[in-house]
C-alpha cells in the first residue's frame, strides 16, 4: 500500500482508521471493476455492523425515545413540513433520524445495507410505537427491488462518501421519487477534504493537503468510530470522493431541477445529535446542503 497525503472522505473523516489510509491498490484481478466496487462496500457493510451496537449506546438515544427528534435545525428547516408525507431515508443507519422524520409527521422507510444497524432501528421503532419500514439493501441495487415511489428522499451526514457511483446514486434518487416529490442531502463538503491530514484531521493552518479531484478510493486497514476515537473494526474499509460538480451535475442528468444547493463554513457532524455541535466558522465551505425536485 502506498500512503497518500491527500485528505480523507466526504464527511466520515472520523470514522476511518486513522494513519492507515492508503490509495486502493488491492483491486482484486480477474473480476470486474462492478464486483470490486461489491466487495469493497461489503466490507464498509462488515464494518458498519461493527460499529452499530457502539452507536445505540453512544447516539442521543435517551432524548429521542422520550420525542426529541435528533436533527439539526439547519436540516429540519430546509426540508420543511413532513406531515403526511412518505419520506425514504437512504442509509439510514440505526434509523435515528429516520425516526426523527416519523416523531415530526412523515411515513418513513430506512434503507440500510447493515443488518446490525438495522436491528437496531427496529428495536427503536418498536419501543417509540412507531410504524416505520426497515429494508436491509445495498442502495446500489434499490432500483431492482423497490419499486414504491416518495413524496421525499432524505440522506444526511456520511453519505456519499460511501456511494462507489454518483451517477446510480442519482439515478437511484430519481426512481424512489414521486413525479411531484423532492430530495435533499446534507453532508460534508467535498472541499474540506483536501484540508485533511492522514490522520483525517483538517489540518492546522487549513493548508491544502490532497487533491480535489482525485479518483482513487481510499482504503483504510480498519473501522474507526467518530463516537468513540478508540474503536477499530478490524475490516477493510474504503471511501469515494465526489466533487461538487460532479454531485450537481449527477441529479442535473437525470432530470432533475436543482432548487438551493447551500454550503456552510461550519463542520456539523449532527449526524447523531439534536445539535450543532461545532460553532467555529472556517474560511472554507465544511458542509452543504442540496435540494433538487424530481422535474
Ligand atoms: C455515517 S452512517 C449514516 C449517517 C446517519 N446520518 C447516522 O449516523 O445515523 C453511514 C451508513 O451508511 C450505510 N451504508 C454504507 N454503504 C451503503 C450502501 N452501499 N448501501 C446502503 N447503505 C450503506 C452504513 O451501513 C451506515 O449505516
Given at each position: 500500500m502506498t500512503t497518500t497525503p491527500s485528505g480523507c472522505g466526504i464527511v466520515c473523516c472520523r470514522a476511518c482508521g486513522s494513519?492507515?489510509?492508503?490509495?486502493?491498490?488491492?483491486?482484486?484481478?480477474?473480476?470486474?471493476m462492478q464486483e470490486n466496487k461489491i466487495m469493497m462496500t461489503q466490507a464498509n457493510r462488515q464494518g458498519w455492523d461493527g460499529l452499530a451496537e457502539t452507536h445505540f449506546r453512544n447516539y442521543h438515544i435517551d432524548r429521542l425515545v422520550t420525542?426529541?427528534?435528533?436533527?439539526n435545525d439547519v436540516i429540519r428547516r430546509e426540508v420543511g413540513d413532513v406531515r403526511g408525507k412518505s419520506l425514504v431515508h437512504l442509509l439510514?443507519?440505526?434509523?435515528t433520524d429516520t425516526l426523527s422524520w416519523a416523531l415530526l409527521g412523515a411515513r418513513v422507510t430506512g434503507i440500510d445495507i447493515s443488518p446490525e444497524s438495522l436491528k437496531y432501528a427496529r428495536q427503536l421503532a418498536r419501543q417509540m410505537d412507531i410504524e416505520a419500514e426497515f429494508i436491509e439493501a445495498d442502495v446500489m441495487q434499490v432500483m431492482e427491488h423497490v419499486k414504491r415511489k416518495f413524496d421525499i428522499v432524505f440522506s444526511s451526514i456520511g453519505?456519499?462518501?460511501?456511494?462507489?457511483?454518483i451517477e446510480k446514486y442519482a439515478r437511484t434518487v430519481r426512481h424512489l421519487l414521486d413525479d411531484s416529490g423532492f430530495f435533499t442531502i446534507f453532508d460534508g463538503h467535498?472541499?474540506?477534504?483536501?484540508?485533511?491530514?492522514a490522520d483525517g484531521e483538517a489540518s492546522a493552518g487549513s493548508t491544502i493537503q490532497g487533491d480535489y479531484f482525485r479518483k482513487e478510493v481510499w482504503h483504510y486497514d480498519t473501522m474507526g468510530d467518530y463516537t468513540d476515537p478508540?474503536?477499530?473494526?478490524?475490516v477493510h474499509s474504503f471511501e469515494w470522493h465526489w466533487t461538487m460538480g460532479e454531485i450537481i451535475t449527477a441529479f442535473c442528468d437525470v432530470g432533475m431541477r436543482i432548487v438551493f444547493l447551500h454550503e456552510y463554513?461550519?463542520?456539523?457532524?449532527?449526524g447523531y445529535s439534536a445539535y450543532n455541535e461545532s460553532e467555529t466558522v472556517e474560511l472554507y465551505p465544511c458542509t452543504f446542503s442540496l435540494k433538487a425536485t424530481a422535474r
Amino acid at each position: 500500500m502506498t500512503t497518500t497525503p491527500s485528505g480523507c472522505g466526504i464527511v466520515c473523516c472520523r470514522a476511518c482508521g486513522s494513519k492507515s489510509r492508503a490509495v486502493l491498490d488491492v483491486l482484486v484481478h480477474g473480476v470486474t471493476m462492478q464486483e470490486n466496487k461489491i466487495m469493497m462496500t461489503q466490507a464498509n457493510r462488515q464494518g458498519w455492523d461493527g460499529l452499530a451496537e457502539t452507536h445505540f449506546r453512544n447516539y442521543h438515544i435517551d432524548r429521542l425515545v422520550t420525542g426529541t427528534p435528533l436533527i439539526n435545525d439547519v436540516i429540519r428547516r430546509e426540508v420543511g413540513d413532513v406531515r403526511g408525507k412518505s419520506l425514504v431515508h437512504l442509509l439510514c443507519h440505526i434509523g435515528t433520524d429516520t425516526l426523527s422524520w416519523a416523531l415530526l409527521g412523515a411515513r418513513v422507510t430506512g434503507i440500510d445495507i447493515s443488518p446490525e444497524s438495522l436491528k437496531y432501528a427496529r428495536q427503536l421503532a418498536r419501543q417509540m410505537d412507531i410504524e416505520a419500514e426497515f429494508i436491509e439493501a445495498d442502495v446500489m441495487q434499490v432500483m431492482e427491488h423497490v419499486k414504491r415511489k416518495f413524496d421525499i428522499v432524505f440522506s444526511s451526514i456520511g453519505v456519499l462518501c460511501w456511494i462507489p457511483d454518483i451517477e446510480k446514486y442519482a439515478r437511484t434518487v430519481r426512481h424512489l421519487l414521486d413525479d411531484s416529490g423532492f430530495f435533499t442531502i446534507f453532508d460534508g463538503h467535498p472541499f474540506r477534504s483536501v484540508l485533511l491530514d492522514a490522520d483525517g484531521e483538517a489540518s492546522a493552518g487549513s493548508t491544502i493537503q490532497g487533491d480535489y479531484f482525485r479518483k482513487e478510493v481510499w482504503h483504510y486497514d480498519t473501522m474507526g468510530d467518530y463516537t468513540d476515537p478508540d474503536l477499530k473494526v478490524p475490516v477493510h474499509s474504503f471511501e469515494w470522493h465526489w466533487t461538487m460538480g460532479e454531485i450537481i451535475t449527477a441529479f442535473c442528468d437525470v432530470g432533475m431541477r436543482i432548487v438551493f444547493l447551500h454550503e456552510y463554513p461550519h463542520y456539523t457532524y449532527g449526524g447523531y445529535s439534536a445539535y450543532n455541535e461545532s460553532e467555529t466558522v472556517e474560511l472554507y465551505p465544511c458542509t452543504f446542503s442540496l435540494k433538487a425536485t424530481a422535474r
